[in-house]
């Protein structure tokens, strides 16, 4: 059968669900692409980078409302823990229809149930999972900007290093994929073990040193809420994007997306003023100011309907 994917994309964003036969076709044919794709895949800006949404519906279509609809918009997604629905909105973004990347950090754990329920058997939960294993672990823009979930790890030194690991698997427990996928930026000098128990703290001279061998100017990751959307750290070597608002409708966060765009190509930096909050005068990437971030705010109440709130018992696991 041919899969309609206008008719697929109108529905889903109402947030049903997909016939098992064009969820399985939609979920292939991401993957046919998703395979001849690099482990750090190569996008041009101007692109808008995200980061966990965490199975937010409404709000990933807020966000889509705020930051540009696809494909006149490219997206880089680095999420984490994606339902059913919110997966093949992302798949379909993914390749099918705009330059996006979505990267993994997306978890088999918390789906299959809903899926067994919902079409009777656990086929739609498979592909996901195909999808899942084949999903890039980062992104690089402009060969610049160096977009992963989590952050660094002890065992990666240069970009050449991601691109040899063997992706199609579950993200194991320990190791270079492992901490890419889970470590976070830190206020210290160098590397301290982790609280989630998985990943690595890493510190400012660990981030500038990576940055400076590989040629980047900056280092966007997700996997962290922050009240504020978002967060630069490491004198602008790294920043922490957040795009789940009122994380499990509780936290009281905003959300952001980071537009990135040829104000951060070489010699433009120096004509942006400094960031007052963030303090842009150091090194790294210099020229990332307040104005490259939109913030948004949850999706009231009254506008979500009840699939929306399906992924909340999974949202905890880590953020
Ligand atoms: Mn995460």
């Not at 969820?23 to 690099?38: D, F, P, Q």
């Not at 190569?42 to 409302?65: A, K, M, N």
């Not at 809903?114 to 009777?120: A, D, E, F, S, W």
């Not at 930096?269 to 913030?295: S, Y």
Request: charged share 20%.
């Amino acid at each position: 059968m041919t899969l309609d994917l206008d008719a697929s994309l109108a529905l889903l964003r109402t947030c049903k669900y997909l016939p098992e036969a064009d969820m399985t076709a939609l979920c292939a044919r991401v993957k046919a692409l998703l395979l001849e794709e690099s482990n750090i895949q190569p996008v041009q800006s101007p692109v808008t980078v995200c980061g966990d949404i965490h199975g937010q519906f409404w709000d990933l279509l807020e966000l889509l409302r705020v930051g540009g609809e696809p494909p006149e918009t490219g997206y880089v997604f680095m999420v984490s823990a994606a339902c059913p629905c919110e997966l093949a909105m992302l798949a379909s973004l993914h390749k099918v229809w705009a330059p996006s990347s979505v990267q993994k950090g997306a978890r088999r754990s918390g789906g299959r149930a809903r899926c067994q329920h919902k079409y009777g058997n656990a086929n739609v939960w498979k592909a996901c999972c195909q999808v899942f294993d084949y999903l890039n672990l980062a992104a690089i823009i402009d060969g610049r900007v160096l977009c992963v979930h989590g952050g660094l790890s002890p065992d990666v030194r240069t970009l050449d290093q991601i691109r040899i690991i063997a992706r199609a698997q579950e993200v194991p427990h320990e190791g270079a994929f492992c901490d890419l996928m889970w470590s976070d930026p830190d206020d210290i000098e160098t590397w301290n073990v982790s609280p989630r128990g998985a990943g690595w703290l890493f510190g400012a001279t660990v981030t500038k040193e990576f940055n400076q061998i590989n040629g980047l100017d900056l280092i966007a990751r997700a996997h962290q809420l922050v009240q504020e959307g978002y967060k630069l750290m490491h004198d602008n070597a790294i920043v922490t994007v957040w795009s789940a608002p009122n994380y499990c409708y509780r936290c009281g966060n905003v959300a952001s997306i980071f537009r990135v765009d040829d104000l951060l190509a070489p010699g433009r930096a120096a004509q942006l003023l400094p960031d007052e909050e963030h303090g842009a005068e150091a090194n790294g990437g210099g020229g990332v100011g307040r104005d490259h971030f939109r913030i948004f705010e949850a999706v009231p109440d009254q506008d979500r309907t009840t699939p929306a709130r399906m992924n909340l018992t999974s949202a905890q696991y880590f953020l």
